[in-house]
T-cell receptor, first 113, second 111 residues
């Protein structure tokens, strides 16, 4: 089985632009979570989606939004990009909602200039 | 959420056993202890999880004393490919999937 996949792998944007990142969970996994990892730090939780509904939100501004589709894939959207949004964006999936064993994708590296 | 404290970095040599200790003084009754491994430019990978005493799998062992205020990840006979960042996480499995990562321990294995 394929693992968690994310696209694109790399992305360069300028301040003020909008970006959409995509994630496909492991087949059969219903929960998708998004994390932001700034260089040199651990991943920080952004969102969790389960059965197409938001189940958790981290301490991120409203410029960050996400959604989950009927096939359990997910999109993370970031509006009005700031230089500080430059980071590795990680998607993780798990079978059910309440599981700490999550499977992470390779991430999308976003650079905001 | 229980706060974790782990060494920023550790050095080791191939073939040695490596023990990384994590402090979590405020661990709650429902909290589990989970360790993840992360290689550069990759997502974290689950290594091991435990609640108390000792857990062992094909990759590592996890030692948890009776008071559960700390835990030790043990990697037997490390190789160069074990060079990575290791994260200790403490959380309530029933509280959802919001994993809280600290700074992790950067392990460097030398030949």
């Amino acid at each position: 089985d394929a693992g968690v996949t994310q696209s694109p792998t790399h992305l360069i944007k300028t301040r003020g632009q909008h970006v959409t990142l995509r994630c496909s969970p492991i087949s059969g996994h219903k929960s998708v979570s998004w994390y932001q990892q700034v260089l040199g730090q651990g991943p920080q939780f952004i969102f969790q989606y389960y059965e197409k509904e938001e189940r958790g939100r981290g301490n991120f501004p409203d410029r960050f939004s996400a959604r989950q589709f009927p096939n359990y894939s997910s999109e993370l959207n970031v509006n009005a990009l700031l230089l500080g949004d430059s980071a590795l964006y990680l998607c993780a999936s798990s079978l059910e909602r309440d599981q700490e064993t999550q499977y992470f994708g390779p991430g999308t590296r976003l650079l905001v200039l | 959420l229980a706060k974790t404290t782990q060494p920023i970095s550790m050095d080791s040599y191939e073939g040695q056993e490596v023990n990384i200790t994590c402090s979590h003084n405020n661990i709650a009754t429902n909290d589990y202890i989970t360790w993840y491994q992360q290689f550069p430019s990759q997502g974290p990978r689950f290594i091991i999880q435990g609640y108390k005493t000792k857990v062992t799998n094909e990759v590592a062992s996890l030692f948890i004393p009776a008071d559960r205020k700390s835990s030790t990840l043990s990697l037997p006979r490390v190789s160069l490919s074990d060079t990575a960042v290791y994260y200790c996480l403490v959380g309530d499995a029933l509280a959802g999937n919001m994993l809280t990562f600290g700074g992790g321990t950067r392990l460097m294995v030398k030949p």
